[in-house]
C-alpha cells in the first residue's frame, strides 16, 4: 500500500510538471537575466505569473487594459513598480517578445529583450471564447465570400491574423483601411480575424457562394422575362 502511495504522489507530481507554465524575461539595462516566472492563478480573468523568491509578478490590469510586470510584488494588482507594460488584450496568458509590443515604463531597466516561455501567447492558436468577439464593433462584408472581405469600424492600420475553426492561425497579414483583404486560398469554412489591437471577428467562406450565384440567376430570368414580355406586347 505504502508503495502505491509513492507512486500515486510521483505520478500526480509529474502530470503538475506537464501542464507547469513558466515564462523567462530579460532586458538589455541589467536587471532581469534568464529571470523565470511561474503560473501562479489567475488575476482578472487571465493567469497571472511570478517568482515569489524575488518578487516579481506579471499580471493583467484590467482597469488599464495593460499586461503589468510589477518587479516589487509577487502579488498580482500592486502596481509597486511597474517595469514593462504591454497593451495587447490576448485571451489569457501574455504576449511573447515577437507578438506583443512591451514597453519601458519605469527608464529603469531598459528594454526587454526576451519575454517567452510556455506561459505565453504567440498568437499561433486563438482562444474562440475569447471576449473580444462579442464586444468587437467593426463589420465584415461580404460574410459569406469567396474572394475578398472588406472590414468597416476600423480606424487605423494594424496587423491581423486569420484562424480556422479549431483555432489553429493560417495566415498573418498587414490591414490598411478602405483596402479588401484577399481570403482567396482559404477552403470553404468558418474563419476568424483578430488583429494585434485586440478586436476578433468572424465571416465564412465560401468559394461557390451559392447565394451570390442565386441572385445573379434570379436577376438573368427576370430580365430574360420582362423582355419577352415586352416582345408579346408589342
Not at 57 to 62: K, V
Not at 99 to 125: H, I, R
Not at 175 to 183: G, L, Y
Amino acid at each position: 500500500m505504502k508503495q502505491l502511495y509513492i507512486l500515486a504522489t510521483i505520478l500526480i507530481l509529474s502530470i503538475n510538471n506537464l501542464n507547469a507554465q513558466s515564462i523567462t524575461i530579460s532586458d538589455n539595462g541589467g536587471c532581469f537575466s534568464n529571470m523565470i516566472l511561474n503560473i501562479a492563478g489567475t488575476f482578472n480573468g487571465k493567469n497571472f505569473y511570478n517568482n515569489p523568491g524575488t518578487g516579481v509578478s506579471l499580471y493583467w490590469d484590467s482597469i488599464d487594459n495593460k499586461w503589468k510586470t510589477d518587479a516589487a510584488s509577487a502579488t498580482p494588482g500592486n502596481n509597486a513598480f511597474i517595469i514593462w507594460f504591454s497593451s495587447v488584450n490576448t485571451p489569457l496568458n501574455p504576449p511573447d517578445l515577437a507578438y506583443g509590443s512591451w514597453t519601458d515604463d519605469s527608464g529603469f531597466c531598459g528594454a526587454l529583450t526576451q519575454m517567452e516561455g510556455s506561459g505565453t501567447d504567440n498568437g499561433s492558436v486563438l482562444n474562440i471564447t475569447d471576449e473580444n468577439l462579442k464586444s468587437s464593433k467593426l463589420k465584415i462584408h461580404p460574410n459569406p465570400t469567396s474572394d475578398f472581405i472588406n472590414i468597416t469600424g476600423k480606424e487605423e492600420n494594424d496587423t491581423y491574423n486569420v484562424y480556422n475553426s479549431i483555432g489553429k492561425k493560417i495566415f498573418t497579414g498587414e490591414f490598411t483601411i478602405n483596402t479588401p483583404i484577399d481570403v482567396k486560398i482559404l477552403k470553404n469554412g468558418l474563419y476568424f480575424l483578430k488583429f494585434k489591437s485586440g478586436a476578433v471577428i468572424k465571416f465564412l467562406k465560401n468559394k461557390d457562394n451559392y447565394f451570390q450565384k442565386s441572385t445573379t440567376w434570379l436577376l438573368h430570368f427576370a430580365r430574360a422575362f420582362f423582355y419577352i414580355q415586352s416582345l408579346g406586347s408589342s
